[in-house]
């Protein structure tokens, strides 16, 4: 992997989205149009959250790792959105059990072993409460991107 995962670009924070679709259509068209992604790939990210959701609840918060078959990726990529007010999103695992979530990280990654292992690390993370206190209190996507980088990516 040649690339920051983490790039300030795909960082949104204290955004005000009303709901997953909503979510999911504005970061899926990003990645489609900054070509780190192939056309396609948001309904195939849409279809694929309604089939298996990724809402999982932590404290303080919970968090939303949505995620596409990898044959759409092209550039591996992670999004990072943040909430001023949680959307309900369907926990994982479950049906019809619905979460508050407020911290979404999109995983646009490639079979990419070292992508693979920033992933692994982002889940170990996420787990961690000052982790995503952390996270929610970035005022700019530079310092989130940055910090993202050092603490997840390893760099």
Do not use: W
């Amino acid at each position: 992997m040649d690339h920051l995962l983490f790039d300030a670009s795909f960082v949104y924070l204290n955004q005000s989205i009303h709901t997953k679709k909503e979510l999911l259509t504005a970061l899926g068209t990003q990645m489609e149009a900054s070509r780190c992604a192939t056309s396609g790939y948001t309904q195939a990210l849409l279809e694929r959250e309604k089939d298996h959701p990724t809402g999982i609840p932590f404290q303080p918060t919970g968090v939303a790792i949505p995620h596409s078959n990898e044959a759409f990726i092209v550039k591996s990529k992670i999004s990072l959105v943040t909430l001023r007010r949680p959307i309900y999103y369907e926990q994982m695992g479950t049906t019809n059990v619905f979460i508050p979530v407020s911290i979404i990280f999109l995983l646009g990654i490639k079979n990419d072993h070292a992508a693979r292992k920033t992933v692994l690390t982002l889940l170990e993370k996420i787990q961690d409460h000052h982790f995503l206190s952390t996270i929610r209190s970035f005022s700019s996507p530079y310092e989130a991107s940055r910090y993202l980088n050092k603490h997840v990516q390893n760099l």
